[in-house]
């Protein structure tokens, strides 16, 4: 690879390791998103409590933080394929399992596979990211994050409605389906032939495990947009609610459910195509914080729907600007963070941004559980606005960073 690689939007397809990576992702977020759709009905019917889930993205947080100064290193030390191929094969693992409680009828035990399946993400996303950025060159990597994250959005699109279908032929259908889906992901990741350039690896230390950490808090750039995503999204999100909607509101089945689900995957779609195409080359720190402000004001709009088709327009709103903020956030950390510690500054972002989902479902779910649900999306949505005007105030250089590139001092 060399930095003279032609410049367009689909010149990252060129290169054969990045398109083994790229399916093997689509697969197993595939299967992630027909397992989630499943898992979010199953608990519903069986318990009709917004709280149990809510649970269920406590159930995926708890891992995230004691892993976080593992999985960081861990991507930084060791063979990234390996790590993904490991985790793709614990995720069918907790498929398979679910399958057998499905079958039974119990619900209790199925959080402690998601928290398994939890750790498994932990691991698979900074290693993925960090992979992708050692087979992609520097001047193609805002092409080849649109162009993942595209393909990304399409499973996610795709996942839940799959799930939403499946899901009447019997619980345990679409976590059959699923476990095939992450054992194919295992061939096409054993199938990269890349390997990590050799070379001195850090000892692994106290000071090491904290590195990613030290680094993001020297970087207000960094630090401000991963901090506004974490709270925004803490605050704001309401996937976790999305079966009351489907059920109570919209008084539909499990299908509703999957469009529910698929729709902000459409608007992250669409944008995530825009980006790899026409990417963004000036106003980045502006038009990021104007996104998140989107965010919040749309959830607001989602929270007061009573018609679904509206509800979706604003769930499609959510999603694109969501993707938009993810791209530029993903694009600040390739720029200012050296290779040795891309590891684990993504596995810091990851979790950071990861928990800020989780903790943002059991959040909903919880303050649903007292105020009920369109109260709860309402108050998050607010709350995602007036994060962003602080956060304006509160990261100056976050405001007014222009280009992707920081000012050359």
């Not at 003279?4 to 990252?12: L, Q, S, V």
């Not at 999305?242 to 919209?250: G, K």
């Not at 459409?266 to 790899?276: D, M």
Request: charged share 10%; net charge positive.
């Amino acid at each position: 690879m060399t930095d003279d690689t032609p410049r367009n939007g689909r010149a990252a397809f060129r290169f054969r390791d990045f398109r083994f990576y790229v399916s093997s992702r689509f697969l197993w977020t595939l299967g992630l998103q027909i397992m989630g759709v499943a898992t979010s009905w199953f608990v519903y019917e069986q318990t009709q409590d917004p709280l149990a889930l809510g649970l269920i993205g406590l159930a995926t947080f708890l891992p995230s933080i004691p892993l976080s100064l593992i999985t960081g290193p861990a991507a930084d030390r060791y063979d990234r394929r390996m790590i993904i191929i490991i985790a793709c094969l614990t995720m069918a693992t907790c498929a398979a399992v679910i399958v057998f409680l499905t079958g039974l009828g119990l619900v209790w035990p199925i959080y402690g596979a998601v928290i398994v399946l939890g750790s498994a993400r932990a691991f698979s996303n900074p290693a993925g990211q960090a992979l992708m950025m050692s087979i992609i060159p520097d001047n193609e990597y805002t092409s080849a994050v649109s162009w993942n994250n595209s393909i990304t959005q399409v499973a996610t699109i795709v996942g839940p409605g799959v799930g939403g279908l499946l899901y009447p032929l019997g619980p345990s259908v679409p976590f059959g389906v699923a476990l095939v889906l992450f054992l194919l992901a295992v061939g096409l990741a054993w199938s990269i032939e890349a390997r990590d350039k050799k070379g001195v690896k850090p000892p692994v230390t106290l000071s090491m495990l904290l590195a990613g950490y030290r680094y993001i808090w020297s970087k207000p750039v960094i630090l401000g947009s991963i901090t506004l995503d974490l709270v925004a999204v803490l605050i704001g999100g309401a996937t976790a609610l999305l079966p009351i909607y489907a059920h109570e509101i919209f008084l539909a089945g499990p299908w509703a459910l999957g469009v529910l689900r698929s729709t902000p995957s459409v608007g992250s779609l669409i944008a995530a195509l825009v980006f790899a195409n026409f990417p963004l080359r000036r106003f980045t720190g502006k038009v990021m914080l104007a996104c998140v402000f989107v965010y919040g004001l749309a959830t607001v709009g989602f929270g007061l729907s009573t018609n679904m088709f509206v509800a979706m327009f604003f769930l499609a709103v959510i999603g694109a600007s969501d993707m938009i903020s993810v791209v530029i956030r993903q694009t600040f950390i390739q720029v200012e963070t050296p290779n040795e510690m891309r590891g684990r500054v993504i596995a810091v972002h990851t979790i950071l941004t990861g928990t800020s989902n989780q903790l943002g479902e059991f959040e909903s779910g919880t303050l649903a559980h007292f105020v009920g649900a369109v109260n709860a999306v309402v108050i998050g949505g607010v709350g995602a606005m007036a994060a962003t005007a602080l956060w304006t105030r509160l990261f100056p250089e976050l405001r007014d960073r222009d280009t992707f590139e920081p000012p050359k001092s």
